[in-house]
């Protein structure tokens, strides 16, 4: 979810899954139910979030944070950038931050299994001086909003320069080492990136260590998995051959057994959470469309890039399994997008959680907001405010939408979005 780029393989699936809308969700075999509220928590006060990628210091650390020469100096640039932006968000209403822990193979937390995260101090495994995520939890509680650390669970480096491999290697010397360096069975290239092949059990019970150690010793409030399960291009897909023949056996296909091992994940992760802390609400970020209508009839009436055919996730099954306390699909296009309508997207989740315990929550392409494009000219339409209120009313007028998310943070800072920045302080601000 760096970019929340959409893929464009090609789609996969000549046998439709036959489901019907109407048939009821099975119980719950994970999440109580209903969702354990904290004392003090409005269960119904609507979630107004915002994702604050560290990847590539997308929205933070500053990048020139990381080029002082003095330790010191980079501490109280780090700390003081965060500082304002928590202001910044407190004062447009913002509730909750989805905080980017586990940009890749590293950590923003004092962790025993990741090194350090090289996007605090310019170095794999080298210690910033202090623990981004306690301090960002002091910060934000201390304004009374929420924080999700947010992971992406597979991907393990954002490109596979031949710098990168060294860095990755570096940290033999270290503990913890880089998993890179310490499973490299593990390890296969997809979409230009090193990633962890996720037909691997032991890759499943690895990243399960990893959320649950941040549930174990940080007061989150929630996890989040973004939407980078299977992640391949067309010119760099994910080998697992090998680990079909070993692992796939009474599949009917590939697909239905990479599925499968999305699910496994989830099923995973949530039971995992909810045995630590039940109190920690368990949600994913997935692309906006599930399935399209023309591949299965339960699907969307859409012509986009599929979860389930594209990164093998089912995730209109998870909701009806109880598996999620929430579930933000990326609803990264206007009203007038045909392929892929705003409101026809919305309406569709809406109605997948209706009969379920699941949050909806709405991710809201913010980054699009005063962007010129030739496909979706309401984005600058009077900077953009009329798209975004029309979106907004939507989500506040559909009793099974519980909110919006915001992607991304820094662009509440950039000057295409003024007209939209202040439009949501009269709106959500206090």
């Known amino acids: 979810m760096s970019l929340h780029v959409k893929r464009i393989g090609a789609l996969i699936g000549c046998a439709l899954l036959l489901v019907s809308c109407s048939s009821k969700p099975p119980k ?63 004062s447009l209403g913002i509730n909750t931050v989805f905080f980017q822990v586990k940009p890749d193979s590293t950590a923003l937390w004092s962790s025993k299994i990741l090194p350090w995260s090289d996007m605090m101090t310019g170095n794999i495994g080298e210690y910033p001086g202090y623990d981004p995520l306690q301090f960002m939890l002091d910060e934000a509680h201390k304004r009374g909003m929420k924080v999700h650390a947010w992971f992406n669970p597979y991907r393990v480096s954002t490109n596979t320069k031949p710098s990168t491999v060294t860095a990755l290697n570096r940290t033999a010397s270290q503990s ?19 990633v962890l092949d996720p037909g691997i059990p032991a890759v499943r019970d690895w990243i399960t ?13 929630g996890v989040q998995f973004d939407d980078y399960f299977y992640t ?14 070993q692992y796939g056996q009474g599949f009917a296909s590939k697909a239905d057994w990479r599925r499968h091992n999305t699910q496994q994940l989830i099923a995973q992760v949530s039971k995992a959470i909810k045995q630590q802390k039940p109190d920690v609400a368990f949600g ?35 909701v009806q399994q109880g598996l999620l306390d ?19 997207l919305t309406k569709w989740w809406a109605d997948v959680v209706k009969p ?75």
Do not use: C
Not at 49 to 69: E, F, H, K, Q
Not at 176 to 194: K, L, M, N
């Open 28 to 90: 719950s075999l994970v999440t109580p139910l209903p969702p354990v509220s904290k004392p003090g928590q409005q269960a119904n006060e609507p979630m107004r979030g915002i994702w604050l990628a560290t990847v590539s210091r997308l929205d933070w650390p500053p990048v020139a944070s990381v080029n002082v020469s003095s330790a010191d100096r980079r501490i109280d640039m780090q700390k003081q950038a965060l500082k304002d932006k928590l202001d910044k968000l407190k």
């Open 176 to 194: 913890p080492t880089s998993v890179f360096v310490q499973h490299p069975d593990w390890i296969r290239t997809a979409g230009d990136r090193f």
């Open 209 to 221: 260590a990893v959320v649950t150690e941040v549930v174990a010793n940080y007061a989150i409030d």
């Open 232 to 245: 391949e291009t067309p010119g760099s897909a994910l080998n697992d051959s090998q680990t079909f023949r």
């Open 284 to 318: 994913v970020s997935p692309a906006g469309v599930w399935r399209n209508r023309s591949f299965d009839p339960a699907g969307s009436d859409t012509r986009g890039a599929a979860a389930y055919d594209e990164s093998y996730a089912d995730t209109r099954l998870w």
């Open 326 to 344: 929430y579930i933000a699909p990326q609803i990264y296009w206007p009203f007038s997008r045909s392929a892929a309508r705003y409101d026809v």
């Open 356 to 430: 379920t315990h699941t949050r909806l929550y709405i991710g809201i392409a913010f980054y699009k907001v005063g962007e010129p494009s030739r496909n979706e000219p309401d984005w600058t339409v009077n900077g953009g405010v009329p798209e975004l209120k029309k979106q907004l009313d939507l989500n506040e007028s559909l009793p099974n939408v519980s909110g919006t998310i915001l992607f991304r943070e820094d662009y509440l800072n950039q000057p295409q979005t003024q007209d939209a920045v202040s439009y949501l302080r009269t709106r959500w601000g206090s």
